[in-house]
Structure formats: C-alpha cells, structure tokens
C-alpha cells in the first residue's frame, strides 16, 4: 500500500513557476513508476509527466514539454514537478500518482495509488 499526498499548489501569474512535491509512503518507493496528471474544470483528467522508478526515463505531454520537469528523491520517497513559463491553461488539480512497475505509463488506468490533488491557478 502506497499513500500519496501532494504539496506546492498555489495562485501564480503567467509565466511564473511552481514545483510540486508528491510524498509517498512505503518502504518500496524505488520500484514504483511515478506519474502526474491534471484535470481542469469541466475536462477529463490528462497525463502531465512520468518517471520510470529509477529516474532514468522521464515522459512529457506535449503541452508541457521544455516547460514542465519530473525528478525524483528515492531517498526522501518524493516525486516533483518543476513548472516554468506556467499559462492559464496550465489551471488544474495536479494529481500524483504511483504504479509497482518498471514500465514507462501514460494512461491513468494503470496506475494503482492516487493523491488528493494540490490546485494551482494560473492567472493571465
């Protein structure tokens, strides 16, 4: 079991930076895949961003591809999400999420632990 809570949400004009943190439990952090994902209001939750368990692939929507950066902290069980150049558009609840696989995913149906969800605001 897995427990996943998320933090650094906020209010940020355009073109501002956030970095959210997800903080996981278990002992096993390491060998899970980590993902991000979004959903705005009245919009079906999308995938941001994803990290294989060891960091070493790390997979990008397009639509924040060069703006959006995934790490990892195998050490501390922490997974964050470094936002520059942030746009209206980018206004969403971030949800973190975990999969006890090495393979890469994309799609939300695989994954098996959610977090709450941290809103950010992006305002024009």
């Known amino acids: 079991q897995v427990q996943l809570v998320e933090s650094g949400g906020g209010l940020v004009q355009a073109g501002g930076s956030l970095r959210l943190s997800c903080a996981a439990s278990?002992?096993?952090?390491?060998?899970?895949?980590m993902g991000w994902f979004r959903q705005a209001p009245g919009k079906e939750r999308e995938f941001v961003s994803t990290i294989t368990w060891r960091g070493g692939y790390t997979y990008y929507a397009d639509s924040v591809k060069g703006r959006f950066t995934i790490s990892r902290d195998n050490v501390n069980n922490r997974v964050y999400l470094q936002m520059n150049s942030l746009k209206p558009e980018d206004t969403a609840v971030y949800y973190c999420?975990?999969?006890?696989?090495?393979?890469?995913?994309?799609?939300?149906?695989?994954?098996?632990?959610w977090g709450q969800g941290t809103q950010v605001t992006v305002s024009s």
């Open positions: 999420a975990a999969k006890y696989t090495g393979q890469v995913l994309t799609s939300e149906q695989f994954y098996e632990y």
């Open positions: 278990g002992r096993t952090f390491s060998s899970y895949a």
